[in-house]
T-cell receptor
Framework: AQSVAQPEDQVNVAEGNPLTVKCTYS??????LFWYVQYPNRGLQFLLK??????LVKGSYGFEAEFNKSQTSFHLKKPSALVSDSALYFC????????????FGSGTRLQVQP | EADIYQTPRYLVIGTGKKITLECSQT?????MYWYQQDPGMELHLIHY???????EKGDLSSESTVSRIRTEHFPLTLESARPSHTSQYLC????????????FGQGTRLTVV
């Protein structure tokens, strides 16, 4: 079985400050890790993924994420937050075989204050 | 921009009605999925398909059914809608390449009154 934990329901940061949204995972075999963002009444938009290679992956809108195998973590980061980054963020994992369905964390609401 | 479409975007319907939520993708993806997103925003897999004529139940039990007669089309049906079915339903697809991400539709927000 695979699972994802996002320990923070909400993260508040001031505009211009760095942000981190935390994610830890559990999966059998090699993990394929993803971050998605959801704006109100919209579907999920892909931000970035880790498949293999460099532990620091860069994605859309200036976001990046750091894969840490020993800590089974995949935290989302951005050096300087924008008010427009305020949204719901989901971390997801899937195995590299089988049905390949994503298992999502519970989501973290990011609020960036002006 | 992902080529996966869901209709309708919003639906308000009375209890007992039969409804079908449409999902279509033009990417030729074999694997397709339906997720239910509850008011707490968690996403739960309710159905998936490996390809034409393949459908499987997901992790969360659902009274809905799905069909996959064509690669590009994966509709979800509720034979008799109930207020407990009120939710957002998200369709997704993924390609053959093992390292590809899933693409999501815009979602259908269903309200059963």
């Amino acid at each position: 079985a695979q699972s994802v934990a996002q320990p923070e329901d909400q993260v508040n940061v001031a505009e211009g400050n760095p942000l981190t949204v935390k994610c830890t995972y559990s999966v059998s075999g090699n993990p394929y890790l993803f971050w998605y963002v959801q704006y109100p009444n919209r579907g999920l938009q892909f931000l970035l993924k880790y498949i293999t290679g460099d532990n620091l992956v860069k994605g859309s809108y200036g976001f990046e994420a750091e894969f840490n195998k020993s800590q089974t973590s995949f935290h989302l980061k951005k050096p300087s937050a924008l008010v427009s980054d305020s949204a719901l963020y989901f971390c997801a994992v899937r195995a590299d075989t089988g049905r390949r369905a994503l298992t999502f964390g519970s989501g973290t609401r990011l609020q960036v204050q002006p | 921009e992902a080529d996966i479409y869901q209709t309708p975007r919003y639906l308000v319907i009375g209890t007992g009605k039969k409804i079908t939520l449409e999902c279509s993708q033009t990417m030729g993806h074999d694997k397709m999925y339906w997720y239910q997103q509850d008011p707490g925003m968690e996403l739960h897999l309710i159905h998936y398909s490996y390809g034409v004529n393949s459908t499987e139940k997901g992790d969360l039990s659902s009274e809905s059914t799905v069909s996959r007669i064509r690669t590009e089309h994966f509709p979800l049906t509720l034979e008799s809608a109930r207020p407990s079915h009120t939710s957002q339903y998200l369709c997704a697809s993924i390609g053959l390449t093992v390292n590809t991400e899933a693409f999501f539709g815009q979602g259908t927000r269903l309200t059963v009154v």
